[in-house]
């Protein structure tokens, strides 16, 4: 378990270094909510980048993809207080729920 109640399960192990804070990293992700129910989802074609640590997505994802390195899954659960809350992110994401992220990395510079 990760600051915030995040929980990181290693799906796979990458090779290298991991990425730190203020890296940019790419990765492929799939988005659900504990009833299993897909909410987003980038699985191919171009990866999703984003700067690590900067606030630039949900606090879950700063801290969970920390220190993964080149080609390693994991799974995070993540509780509504690291990600959207108890607004939530309508329609697709009630208030107050735990998401669940499959996401592989595939890249950081």
């Known amino acids: 378990t990760l600051a915030g109640g995040v929980v990181a399960e290693i799906k796979k192990e990458g090779a290298g270094a991991g990425a730190k804070k203020g890296a940019r990293v790419g ?7 504990t009833n299993g129910k897909v909410f987003d989802q980038n699985t191919k074609g171009k990866p999703f ?10 606090k879950g ?5 920390l220190g ?10 993540i509780p ?15 208030p107050n729920s735990t998401l669940v992220f499959d996401i592989r990395l595939v890249d950081f510079k």
Do not use: C, H, Q
């Open 61 to 65: 994802w700063d801290v969970g993809i």
């Open 49 to 58: 980048w984003f700067r690590l640590g900067a606030g630039e997505v949900i």
């Open 27 to 33: 990765m492929y992700y799939i988005g659900k909510l």
């Open 80 to 94: 509504a207080s690291m990600a959207y809350g108890k607004r939530g992110a309508p329609p697709d994401i009630p």
């Open 68 to 77: 993964m390195n080149k080609g390693a899954e994991r799974r995070l659960t």
